[in-house]
DNA sequence: GTCTATAAGATGATAGAC
DNA sequence: GTCTATCATCTTATAGAC
């Protein structure tokens, strides 16, 4: 996959593809997502595609790359002052309490290409690094709380990955039923969890 | 779907198809899942398949309840004295601690069908009517507990829709990361949870 | 009930012109 | 870089014999 400049990851070719993958996803859902589906999103022809990626995998490992990179940047926060405003601000951008159009769409997304996972290895790192990243972040919002005093000397590994374990089950609930109410429920649990298990007023 | 006996929901040609079309699933995964690769597990022709059923949506439907039955069953648990002792058995039902490869295939199969919930009305539903039910067997737990005065005075849907996310969430990433001493981990700290929530010494 | 044969179309991928 | 045309293969589904 060459680049135009060192600085970007995605040329602008590569990135239109990369869009038009994209709606074609949430036109027709990862299993009828086809090389022929992309190419009418994009505008052009089949062989067009081919000029770019040598196979539809090829192409779909780089979508993946550049969805991961888009979730990665809707997360990603500056570290304020408050380790509690951080944790409830990575929860409510994993999670958000009454997520957008726009938010329902890239998890929806993000969910269609995971069920990939379960059978490609190379979506399957991906995940495996997404997940992780996800779990150090919570650590070390958690960590610099102890640090501070804020919260109390638990164990901020287990409770990152209670947390995250919670997030992408209410994100899954949300994908794949019609149990709405419930997840919104959830995601309010999850910050009284949050409230008995680290603050120190509990 | 015409029965043998009115008692039984499947008869036994039927039953060959559903546990052919499980092999073919654990074989090939959904996204290669076809009409030839479950006659080729049935060792009978395609056309025997679409003497039983009308089209492969039709047999899919038909799977899935057979698949959502088959779940159910495994975690229907006799109602014992312990409250503890109940939830801790349906948590173990749906996310044993060390799955045996029976268990593993299952939940695979239930990830990888769940995943056409997405785009899928029909099995949509049925996913949300098991959630739901996974959800009313704990709550009932928990009342239970409540009401012997086992447990603390908490909302016992609150716990119960908190407790299935987590789950699902962990079954999820056991089925597409690599992380599975972190799904061991949140297993763990799901009984921690249960504790500190609803244990009256806690 | 199950078979073989076949229809009708979609799919991933390539060749060769421009 | 993008096109049209094409290929081999696979798909769901049906017709008609047994």
Redesign the interface.
């Given at each position: 996959m060459a680049t135009d400049s060192p600085d970007e990851k995605w040329n602008t070719a590569e990135t239109e593809i990369m869009q038009a993958t994209y709606r074609a996803l949430l036109a027709h859902?990862?299993?009828?997502l086809s090389i022929s589906r992309i190419a009418d999103e994009l505008d052009k022809s089949k062989a067009a595609l081919y000029y770019h990626y040598d196979s539809k995998d090829d192409l779909l490992v780089a979508f993946l790359g550049f969805a991961v990179d888009r979730f990665e940047t809707t997360i990603s926060t500056e570290t304020g002052a408050d380790p509690n405003d951080d944790l409830e601000h990575v929860i409510e951008k994993l999670l958000p309490l009454r997520p957008d159009e726009e938010q329902r769409q890239l998890q929806?997304v993000m969910?269609?290409l995971?069920?990939?996972?379960?059978?490609n290895e190379a979506f399957?790192?991906q995940?495996?690094r997404l997940?992780?990243q996800i779990?150090i972040t919570t650590e070390e919002i958690i960590q610099r709380g102890i640090d501070d005093g804020v919260f109390r000397d638990v164990d901020p590994?287990?409770?990152a990955?209670?947390i995250?374990?919670?997030?992408?089950?209410?994100?899954?609930?949300r994908?794949?039923?019609?149990?709405e109410n419930?997840a919104a429920?959830?995601r309010v649990?999850?910050s009284?969890?949050i409230d008995?298990?680290l603050r120190r007023n509990a």
């Open positions: 859902g990862y299993a009828d929806e969910v269609g995971r069920s990939q996972a379960m059978t399957r790192e995940f495996t997940d992780e779990v590994t287990r409770i990955e209670h995250q374990a919670t997030i992408n089950g209410t994100m899954y609930a994908a794949t039923t019609n149990r419930a429920a959830t649990s999850l009284s969890y008995s298990e």
